[in-house]
């Protein structure tokens, strides 16, 4: 005897009880998933960023990609100095600097957390535009998201004043003196006696660096003595 045919009804409840299948979560951790590594150093994870203070200055970095001609070749240093006059108004500060062959180092001032992630974001994206018009090209320039760090004490933010004017005695062999590619010239904490004279720029570039307002990075980190241009970045 054929088999009798199933009714309608009867094959919508087999078809519904072949996809009621027990589901526990996405599956977990599993090796070689996330995002992938740019470069040797790890990426800045994608988390929230924590509150900030207005009187704590924040030491950024940018990390360009690799396969750009070095950000200190004069035509492409020039455009970027530029840029940092830009970035300064009543809500974000640009007080520091110091361009090397593939980062950037700044020290910075916002009045919230807002004016931080708006400051910096407006800043990474007018130094790209800044270099891909030099250069002529398209795409990325930053090869992860910036680096923040908050300084809360005087000693910290002494020690990232010398570790961003003096970054370059780090990568560049047998470098002396004062970065040409920082905002050494602009800075009025050196030693009395080796105060450098003032870089030319163009009557119409503006200063790429403004003056602190906070305590700590204008009187605070005075407390452990002015810097002389010997000093060097500490070894970690």
């Known amino acids: 005897m054929p088999p009798q045919p199933l009714s309608t009804q009867t094959r919508r409840r087999r078809r519904a009880a072949q996809v009621e299948l027990p589901l526990h979560g996405w599956g977990g951790a599993r090796v070689g998933a996330g995002r992938k590594r740019s470069g040797p150093r790890p990426c800045v994870p994608h988390v929230a960023r924590p509150e900030h203070q207005a009187r704590h200055p924040v030491h950024l970095t940018l990390r360009a990609v690799q396969r750009l001609p070095s950000l200190r070749k004069q035509t492409l240093f020039l455009e970027i100095r530029r ?24 020290l910075v001032e916002a009045e919230d957390k807002k004016a931080l992630s708006r400051g910096a974001r407006g800043l990474a994206i007018r130094l790209a535009r800044k270099v891909n018009g030099v250069l002529h090209r398209r795409g990325c320039v930053w090869g992860d998201r910036y680096h923040a760090r908050p300084l809360s004490t005087p000693r910290e933010v002494r020690h990232a004043i010398v570790y961003v004017l003096m970054n370059w005695k780090k990568h560049v062999p047998g470098a002396q003196g004062r970065d040409p590619c920082a905002s050494a010239a602009w800075f009025d904490g050196w030693r009395k006696a080796e105060r450098p004279r003032r870089m030319l720029a163009s009557s119409t570039d503006p200063p790429p ?22 000093e060097r970045p500490a070894r970690p």
Do not use: E, K, N
């Open 209 to 230: 660096v403004v003056p602190s307002r906070t305590w700590l990075g204008s009187m605070g980190w005075r407390r452990y003595g002015l810097i002389g241009w010997r």
């Open 83 to 106: 840029a940092f006059a830009l970035c300064s108004g009543r809500l974000f500060r640009v007080v520091h600097f110091s361009v090397q062959a593939d980062h950037v180092h700044l």
